[in-house]
């Protein structure tokens, strides 16, 4: 179609497969930012019809569920069936993400896997880790993989039925301590370390990762003697741009101290729209690469000193440095630097 007033919009003879891709992407930041208002908004409503003994239901069901996020989450028929959803291969397909692991896993050991960096919404993550549209499966046969997020996340009604459908738990000490310890292994915890602190990092010339502080997932790993993985998904802090945010300035104040608060932070990105290119809540089709290092051993230390715990976190830095300086050239940019 060309360029109207200085926008570029998508062709119109884009081929179905295209189109069906876009419409994934939608269908997921749909899901993200207004599943959960709208279905509440719905049960706010059948509470003023005939029909409120419905809301009463669900809301009963889901205070008795409510601690099933830290208790290793959803399992059987349902989980494989949305993993399992056509739907994510387009997804997968419109950035493109590639899935890349360095070495066989252990199908009777659990594994706790970090994953850096967050970027804005943890697309590549998502993708290999709460979907099959990465074929997690066919790469770690007889494993399941369990992603890490936001406990709030399972406290929005509806929202919280479909991403407990995609196997993910909460990111509690609790949680991820019950998906470790998970008799018989063959569990894969992936958390993402630097949380929202780090989703606010918009540098285009460099990856600023928050893990430096971050050393609560170490004494855990120490306390049930977990191997540890590094994971870094490369092009993920580039699929959408942020509003300048940088330190110091007041939308990064104001950002840091709603996050101290409310627990999120309130980030402003855009991407491209779902017919035009200028501006929108698509991401860009950018490829998005996740790289799996390799385990590192953890000996099982139930009271873990200090000193501990920092010779573990500086390992695991070490060893995420160079899953990054080694694959950086093939899937990611030379120029751009990595800070941690």
């Given at each position: ?5 200085g ?41 003023t019809?005939?029909?409120?003994w ?13 601690e099933?996020?830290?208790k ?12 399992g959803?056509?739907i ?29 960096p ?16 990465a ?15 936001l406990?709030?996340?399972y ?41 929202v ?38 092009g ?14 007041f ?8 996050r ?17 290119y200028?501006?929108?809540?698509i991401p ?6 996740v ?50």
């Amino acid at each position: 179609m060309g360029k109207v007033m200085g926008v570029e919009f998508a062709p119109l003879g884009l081929p179905l497969d295209r189109r069906l891709q876009t419409s994934a992407v939608l269908f997921w930041i749909s899901t993200f930012l207004l599943f959960g208002s709208l279905f509440t908004y719905s049960l706010a409503y059948l509470f003023t019809t005939w029909y409120w003994w419905v809301s009463v239901l669900y809301l009963s069901w889901m205070a008795y569920d409510l601690e099933t996020c830290q208790k290793g989450g959803r399992r059987g028929f349902l989980v494989r069936f949305v993993r399992g959803w056509s739907i994510w291969k387009h997804y997968v397909n419109y950035f493109p993400i590639k899935f890349v692991k360095t070495c066989d896993f252990d199908p009777t050991k659990n594994y706790l896997i970090g994953s850096h960096p967050h970027g804005v919404l943890c697309s590549g993550a998502f993708a290999c880790f709460a979907t099959e549209g990465a074929n997690f499966s066919e790469k770690f046969p007889g494993m399941t993989a369990r992603l890490l997020t936001l406990e709030g996340m399972y406290w929005v009604p509806g929202y919280r039925e479909l991403i407990m459908c995609s196997g993910a738990c909460a990111a509690t000490a609790k949680g991820i301590t019950n998906l470790i310890t998970t008799p018989g292994g063959g569990t894969i915890s992936v958390l993402m370390v630097g949380g929202v602190a780090e989703s606010m990092n918009s540098d285009r010339d460099k990856i600023k990762l928050v893990l430096r502080g971050r050393k609560g997932f170490i004494k855990l790993a120490l306390r049930n003697g977990v191997e540890l993985v590094p994971s870094f998904s490369f092009g993920e802090a580039f699929i959408y741009e942020q509003v300048p945010n940088h330190e110091g300035t007041f939308l990064r104040r104001a950002q840091n101290f709603l996050r101290r608060f409310i627990g999120i932070a309130p980030i402003i990105f855009f991407g491209r729209g779902i017919f035009q290119y200028a501006v929108g809540l698509i991401p860009h089709r950018k490829p998005i690469t996740v790289v799996v290092g390799e385990p590192i051993h953890v000996d099982k230390v139930e009271d873990p000193t200090q000193e501990q715990i920092d010779e573990l976190h500086q390992k695991y830095m070490d060893a995420l440095n160079k899953l990054y300086e080694v694959n950086n050239p093939k899937y990611g940019n030379p120029e751009v630097q990595l800070i941690i």
